[in-house]
């Protein structure tokens, strides 16, 4: 028996259209669910992946539509109660009862929260004028690729994935680029310091302008109404766009106003449940004790938002899941396509393969002899192996590794 034909006569609601959501309600049915599925999206789109939204879509090398997780046809025959621009603003536990922003309620017997996160904005002066964009969702994407012309200039303020990967789009269409970081260096919360400086090594060859540790006091507009960023330095900055990319803010409230247990995002364990044994929740907004990490945070990637969301609907339906994923990052800026496996802890031994200051090389973090992290600019092959030395927690010679002669499957 399946595991979801047990449970025919049951309501699941997931809030949430995005990845997680959107793998959830896919999940539920391929596990033979046949009970009503609602999907409550505050978006109006088909569910889709965001990636491709500072790159191919923001260039306008790819339509939207190509980032949807699923053709429409294939969607519509997941026979999901689909609630596109609908807000779930409320869960009434004792009941089982979601509100949502038409006034009406649903019903659950289980509830799956995959709400993400949306873009943090800053409420320094002048945030609100015109010119300034954040970038999230499909519609971001479309109102931040009509600025990107050739000529034109874009001060990105926050040196992090979203806003890099920004720049290297913006570059690729001739806009003229600079990243304010208040950081000294950039990723400097994901990354260690060798692959900030690559990055800026990076982004400086290709010309975008990068001032570190270099604070925002403000916005203001100039005579022709176009943004000005002031710097706390006292220096301005006029431009055409201002991409603010200063990370993102999960979306737990609906999860803290019904009492559940969060802390920068709403706690679960690794069957993906929440305080309430009803409620589970996947994604950007899930927060739980990762063991690769050896700690507990939100993993903000594509490959959780699509495991966690699988697994949260395979264990709404009573399978008992464990979801500990390595943590798999990438970012492709520009012709580089860099990768992370692993939390690098700033305690570990750093071990290079290859050279820091060419286009290829990979980094390894290891706690004494073991690989606990592994990441690097155009080295997937490598990657790959590396992966398995973490995965299988195997013992490692540090200068067998470092070196380049001797292959990665041989170590
Ligand atoms: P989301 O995709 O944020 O979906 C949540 C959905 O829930 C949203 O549509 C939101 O509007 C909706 N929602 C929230 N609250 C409610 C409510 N109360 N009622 C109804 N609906 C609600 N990861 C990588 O690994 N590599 C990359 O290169 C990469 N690039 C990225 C580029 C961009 C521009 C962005 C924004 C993210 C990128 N990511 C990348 C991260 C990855 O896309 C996210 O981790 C992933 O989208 C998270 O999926 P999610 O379903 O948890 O959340």
Request: contains cysteine; aromatic residues 6%.
């Amino acid at each position: 028996m399946s595991a979801g034909s047990a449970h025919e006569a049951e309501t699941i609601v997931i809030v949430g259209a995005g990845q997680a959501g959107g793998w959830a309600a896919q999940t539920l049915r391929q596990e033979g669910f046949t009970g009503s599925i609602a999907l409550v999206g505050d978006e109006r789109h088909y569910p889709y992946e965001r990636p491709p939204l500072s790159k191919a879509v923001l260039s306008g090398a790819a339509p939207a539509g190509s980032t949807f997780l699923m053709k429409p046809e294939a969607f519509e025959k997941l026979d999901l109660d689909w609630r596109p621009g609908v807000r779930a603003t409320s869960i009434d536990r004792e009941a089982r009862q979601l509100r949502l922003s038409t006034d009406e309620g649903i019903g659950y017997d289980k509830l799956i929260l995959c709400t993400g996160g949306r873009a943090r904005t800053t409420n320094l002066p002048g945030a609100d004028l015109a010119g300034l964009f954040t970038l999230r969702t499909i519609d971001d994407a479309a109102a931040l690729s009509k600025v990107l012309m050739p000529g034109k200039r874009m001060v990105v303020v926050g040196g992090g994935w979203i806003g890099l990967e920004v720049a290297a789009t913006a570059r690729s269409k001739g806009v003229e680029v600079t990243v304010v970081e208040l950081m000294t260096r950039l990723c400097e919360r994901t990354v260690p310091p060798e692959i900030s400086r690559y990055l800026s090594r990076l982004h400086s060859g290709h010309g975008v302008r990068l001032m570190l540790g270099a604070g925002v006091a403000g916005f203001t507009s100039n005579a022709e109404g176009l943004p000005v960023v002031a710097l706390a330095d006292g220096r301005e900055l006029s431009c055409d766009a201002v991409v603010v990319g200063i990370g993102m803010i999960p979306n737990d409230a609906i999860a803290r106003d019904a009492g559940l247990a969060c802390d920068g995002g709403i706690l679960v364990d690794a069957r993906c449940r929440t305080s309430d044994p009803r409620i589970l929740a996947a994604g950007d907004v899930a927060a739980w004790h990762c063991e690769w990490a050896g700690r507990r945070m939100r993993l903000e990637s594509w490959q959780n938002a699509q495991e966690q969301g699988i697994a949260a609907a395979r264990s709404a339906l009573g399978v008992e899941v464990v979801h500990q994923p390595l943590p798999w990052f990438w970012s492709d800026q520009y012709d580089v396509n860099l990768q992370i496996y692993g939390i690098a802890d700033p305690f570990h031994r750093a071990v290079v393969r290859g050279d820091l200051e060419s286009d290829s090389f990979v980094l390894f973090y290891l706690d004494e002899d073991r690989v606990r992290s592994a990441m690097g600019p155009n080295a997937a092959r490598d990657l790959r192996f590396a992966r398995r030395l973490i995965e299988s927690r195997k013992r490692v010679d540090p200068q067998r590794l470092a070196d380049t002669s001797i292959a990665m499957s041989k170590q």
